[in-house]
């Protein structure tokens, strides 16, 4: 059974920092893309950050960029999203997702597990 758990979320004021983990269970993780995306109320789920199965690629949203850091690290099986200078527009619940395709990081349709999210509120 596939399971990704996420961790790290919680209440912040505008410019803070949150770190976000999410911890992998087994063979579920090796070599597969991870990514990480965002859903604010009412609005639909975005693409946030992405790393590739080995480490060596990134990505991110434009919205983020500069802010926010995605790693992995392989030995704990754990995806980390390092969110800084955090914005009110960035509350949301967060999920970590398995990717199958690189090419198509951005794409919610193409991961396949996902984690239960966590909240992130950040404040005025």
């Known amino acids: 059974q596939v399971q990704l758990v996420e961790s790290g979320g919680g209440l912040v004021q505008t410019g803070g920092s949150l770190k976000l983990s999410c911890a992998a269970s087994g063979r579920t993780f090796a070599g597969y893309t991870m990514g990480w995306f965002r859903q604010a109320p009412g609005k639909e789920r975005e693409f946030v950050a992405a790393i590739s199965g080995g480490g060596g690629s990134t990505d991110w949203a434009d919205s983020v960029k500069g802010r926010f850091t995605i790693s992995r690290d392989s030995a704990k099986n754990t995806v980390y999203l390092q969110m800084n200078s955090l914005k009110t527009e960035d509350t949301a619940v967060y999920y970590c997702?398995?990717?199958?395709?690189?090419?198509?990081?951005?794409?919610?349709?193409?991961?396949?597990?996902w984690g239960q999210g966590t909240q992130v509120t950040v404040s005025s």
């Open positions: 997702a398995r990717g199958l395709m690189w090419a198509q990081r951005t794409m919610s349709s193409s991961y396949d597990y």
